[in-house]
């Protein structure tokens, strides 16, 4: 029988006048509308002030409270090996260093429950860290379903403990490239914001907003790294509130070239390391990354003005985005590590194409 864990959920001013089954979709712990509609099918979902189970048309009102019941994820007893293709840059008994292909999650949830980073581990280690989350064996830190690059793992808890440390204290060296749209304005700097999950659209986050406007800086890359400031008590007051749910976020960039189609080549640098803290940032921008529907326009390769690069752009079926250099102290040894990797084959056409693979190698 499926473990069944609670979940409260207030429906906010915007969710008003949604169908139930929509409004569940949005959830980050849902991954489709398909299973939205089974939670509530299942007399999964009820008014927590009435009690009343609830039906898939019932229309939502601001402030209604929902008691849902969620089916748990499978736990590791349940995560099996999978024998397919890892790329292991580094290894030795006390990690391993992976270059993850898109298309592959890091470890087991809803809608990715077998093959993933996760699955390959469990083939090929012997041993995996285990006394920090069960369900994710080996998993120190994270990158996008659809993002390709280098992952530390850790084979024991004392490893992972150390290395999870200095993901925390922010002494890693993380750097990644992007090929995004149009042209960076300024063409280097440093993104500052507040992130939290996107009240509009809770797949996805979004920088903190004042009066409406993304409370965003750009700054000069060697310019003191100060949070946005406010004017009043009053905003200072509103600000801080809105920031007890948030996390700053910092990216330093700067452009490595410009194609005259419209598409730009640039490195990104992670100061912290926040769910789709670049995708973000870029996007907030207006400079999304190439193949990001969630955080772009669908259709805005239509913008691209070199007709092979346009038909490449238009048919990605990942993020133009790779974790490409990743360094931190060993351990045990106590070493400064550092690993470089090159161009993913998936992207090795459209990056020889706008002539920019001699940049990233």
């Known amino acids: 029988m499926t473990k069944l864990k609670e979940i409260i959920i207030t429906a906010e001013q915007k969710d008003d006048g949604l169908r139930l089954d929509i409004f569940i979709s949005t959830l980050p712990e849902v991954d489709s509308r398909s299973l939205s509609q089974k939670i509530i099918k299942n007399n999964l979902v009820k008014n927590k002030k009435t009690q009343q189970v609830l039906k898939t048309s019932y229309t939502v009102k601001e402030a209604d409270i929902f008691i849902i019941q969620m089916p748990e994820q499978k736990t590791d007893n349940s995560l099996k090996p999978w024998n397919g293709k890892l790329d292991i840059i580094f290894e030795d008994e006390h990690l391993a260093v992976i270059n993850k292909d ?5 470890h087991p949830s809803i ?3 077998e093959k993933t980073l996760v699955n390959l ?3 090929h280690c012997h041993s995996l860290s285990m006394g920090f989350n069960e369900e994710r064996p080996g998993i120190v830190h994270r990158i996008d379903l659809q993002t390709s690059g280098l992952l530390v793992i850790a084979k024991n808890n004392k490893s992972h403990a150390f290395l999870a440390e200095q993901f925390k204290n922010k002494t890693t060296h993380r750097k990644y490239w992007a090929l995004i749209f149009g ?6 700097g440093s993104i500052i914001s507040w992130l939290k999950r996107d009240p509009k659209n809770r797949k996805k986050f979004a920088s903190i907003t004042k009066n409406t406007k993304k409370e965003v800086a750009v700054v000069p890359s060697d310019s003191p790294l100060v949070t ?6 009053k905003e200072k007051n509103t600000l801080e509130s809105k920031k007890s749910s948030a996390k700053q976020a910092i990216t330093h960039y700067k452009t490595l070239k410009e194609h005259s189609c419209g598409v730009s080549l640039v490195e990104c640098q992670l100061q912290t390391g926040r769910t789709h803290q670049i995708r973000v940032h870029m996007s907030e921008k207006g400079n999304s990354i ?3 529907d969630l955080y772009g326009r669908p259709s805005r390769w239509k913008s ?3 007709l092979p690069i346009q038909n490449l752009a238009k048919n990605l079926d ?3 985005l790779c974790a490409f250099e990743l360094g931190f102290v060993h351990p045990v040894t106590k070493k400064e590590l550092m690993f470089k990797i090159g161009i993913p084959e998936n992207l090795k056409e459209l990056m020889t194409k706008l002539n920019f693979q001699n940049l990233v190698n």
């Open 102 to 106: 898109s298309g592959i999650a890091v």
């Open 228 to 233: 946005p400031l406010v004017n009043t008590d």
């Open 318 to 320: 990942r993020l133009a």
């Open 290 to 292: 190439l193949g990001d």
């Open 121 to 123: 581990l469990l083939h």
């Open 183 to 188: 042209q960076s304005s300024p063409s280097q």
């Open 304 to 306: 691209v003005k070199d």
């Open 111 to 113: 809608g990715h429950q």
